[in-house]
């Protein structure tokens, strides 16, 4: 299994501003997944973070809007760039144990005003 | 990119009925997952089903998996309040990469 501890658990932003999350595991993992859940939607992948490595992003979203860091294995940031209110949704850390079950952090609710 | 179709949408059962959730997906998988979130938080894995099994069962839960009809359902049994919450489907079909379905909002009536 794997613990993740996700903050901040919620923010309310300006547009224009941007806001950092942090995702921190307490293993060594080899990826990372971020994602965004839109207000009563699924989730959608936004980026794979390896350590060592650029993040990979997904169709539609882009390095600019939402740079991704990952200084070590058990640790990633995700930022959400020049906020809009199209942004306010809830952003998920992800890691895969086992290559099969995924474990989640708490979300981050950002509201963007 | 693939995605699972879940229905119903909603599904609002009294306490103590069984509640039927199906998820449907579009390409081969590896496996198909369960998850729950409750009130916008991190999912929790519920329950998980390879490709070549067709029922898993976990407590009060019933997975089925038909891959002719790119089809599964869960089932909750004897529902109590605290199943209240969204369910979700997801698919594993590349890098450990995650596809969800759109989830089932259940509600389970005192």
């Known amino acids: 299994s794997a613990v993740i501890s996700q903050k901040p658990s919620r923010d309310i932003c300006q547009r224009g501003t941007s806001l950092t999350i942090q995702c921190q595991v307490d293993s060594q993992v080899t990826m990372m997944f971020w994602y965004r859940q839109q207000p009563g939607q699924s989730l959608t992948l936004i980026a794979t973070?390896?350590?060592?490595?650029?993040?990979?992003?997904e169709s539609g979203f882009v390095i600019d809007k939402f740079p991704i860091s990952r200084p070590n294995l058990t640790f990633s940031t995700l930022t959400v760039s020049n906020l809009s209110p199209e942004d306010s949704s809830i952003y998920l850390c992800s890691v895969m144990v086992g290559g099969t079950e995924a474990f989640f952090g708490q979300g981050t609710r950002l509201t963007v005003v | 990119s693939q995605q699972g179709e879940e229905d119903p949408q909603a599904l609002s059962i009294q306490e103590g009925e069984n509640a039927t959730m199906n998820c449907s997906y579009k390409?081969?998988?590896?496996?198909l997952q369960w998850y729950r979130q409750n009130s916008g938080r991190g999912l929790v894995h519920l329950i998980l089903i390879r490709s070549n099994e067709r029922e898993k069962h976990s407590g009060r839960l019933r997975v089925t998996l038909d891959t002719s009809k790119k089809s599964s359902s869960l089932l909750i049994t004897a529902s109590r309040a605290a199943d209240t919450a969204s369910y979700f489907c997801a698919t594993d079909t590349r890098a450990q990469k995650l596809v969800f379905g759109q989830g089932t909002r259940l509600t389970i009536n005192p």
């Open positions: 973070a390896n350590q060592g490595s650029e993040a990979t992003y």
């Open positions: 390409t081969s998988i590896n496996n």
